[in-house]
């Protein structure tokens, strides 16, 4: 993709934003009327049913931006979209009718092949198969994290928003006009949903809007190169702008392990719930894991600039930092049930 004017970002940012927010109300109707609801459990917050669909919202928002400014013939979106259209039918399919995590997991690994066959791969190893391998590792291990953080209104709407603008800043930086295009869209869809998801949400994006949403940031790590970085820094840095949403996977995943529950089973152990327990309201607590979303984005851009090993250090750091709040918030332990705000019985954190 040849340099774009700096406004045509822009453009595709505000037509994002617009598309969403134009979408996503005749969603939430569509599907209050289909009966497709996150109805309320003992596992979950929200006193009523809350409309589904969100994700079709987002996906639809940011696919309609690119589509408009990003040259058709660009084999690589045209990869992206459909790999990324297949992912959001398994989550979709989720939403609908419940789905087996193995079989889930096989969807999201058609979808990462579909990726890599339309030629976008990891380059580790410059071996076809192992390349091939890692990048589709990569895809289930961000797709997952991002949707385990769907538990609390609008967290995993803005920590993609956060990392989409980190994206942003390092694809600008590096000239590489496709993901910096891509990441201006998805948060464009990302904030336009945002308005009807921050606290309380009127919709939620569903397993249909944590996959897509993960698939296509787990994309533009796998598209951003780093030519002027030693390869370990640049193959860290994605990693870095997506810190929250891994460390929380850590952290939930090292809890259930250690209290004998299934790891894909759902529970109130994430980061956001410990929060809240602890006294912030919903608002402070996805506020604070923004903020540490934000501070690994600035770590992955400080890492990028630097020569030679000194990158190692931002990511080191922040990487100890992230296990040290992990660590933290495992001692201090999980709350047993849904967490709700001090002063609002309204809660709608849910458990992934």
């Known amino acids: 993709m040849n340099r774009p004017p700096s406004w045509l970002y822009g453009v595709v940012f505000a037509m994002a934003v617009v598309a969403a927010t134009s979408l996503i109300p005749l969603l939430r109707r569509f599907a209050i009327a289909q009966g497709l609801s996150d ?35 660009a084999r690589t979106l045209k990869g992206v979209l459909l ?4 992912i959001l039918v398994i989550g979709l ?17 058609t979808a990462a092949l579909v990726l890599v066959g339309s030629g976008v791969s990891a380059s580790v190893t410059k071996i076809g198969l192992l390349d091939a391998s890692l990048t589709v590792a990569w895809i289930v291990v961000v797709v997952n994290a ?24 390092l694809a600008v930086s590096f000239d590489q006009y496709l993901v910096a295009t891509l990441a201006a869209a998805l948060a464009g869809g990302a904030l336009g949903f945002l308005f009807y998801n921050y606290p309380p949400a009127k919709i939620f994006m569903g397993d249909a809007g944590s996959h897509i949403l993960g698939f296509l940031v787990a994309v533009m790590g796998l598209l951003l190169k780093f030519p002027t970085v030693k390869k370990p820094v640049g193959l860290a840095i994605p990693a870095l702008v997506l810190i929250v949403p891994l460390l929380d996977t850590v952290l939930v995943a090292i809890s259930r392990l250690r209290r004998g529950v299934p790891v894909t089973q759902g529970g109130t152990d994430h ?8 006294g912030l309201d919903r608002r402070k607590a996805i506020g604070v894991l923004w903020g540490c979303g934000a501070v690994g984005g600035i770590g992955a851009f400080v890492a990028s600039r630097l020569s030679g090993w000194w990158g190692v250090v931002p990511i080191v750091v922040c990487f100890l930092l992230g296990a040290a709040g992990v660590a933290l918030l495992e001692a201090r332990g999980a709350p047993s049930r849904p967490v709700f705000d001090r002063d609002d019985t309204r809660g709608t954190a849910t458990a992934s």
């Open 39 to 73: 109805i309320p459990s003992e596992r979950k917050a929200h006193p009523e049913p809350v409309a589904l669909l969100g994700g079709v919202g987002i996906f639809a928002a940011a696919g309609v931006a690119l589509w408009l400014v990003v040259p058709a013939a």
């Open 83 to 86: 790999a990324g259209l297949v």
């Open 93 to 109: 399919q989720d939403d609908v009718q419940g789905m087996d995590p193995w079989l889930k997991l096989v969807g999201q690994v």
């Open 146 to 169: 991002v949707n385990l953080s769907d538990n609390m209104d609008g967290l995993a709407a803005g920590l993609t928003g956060v990392a989409c603008g980190s994206f942003f800043a």
């Open 271 to 278: 980061a956001s719930h410990r929060l809240v327990e602890w």
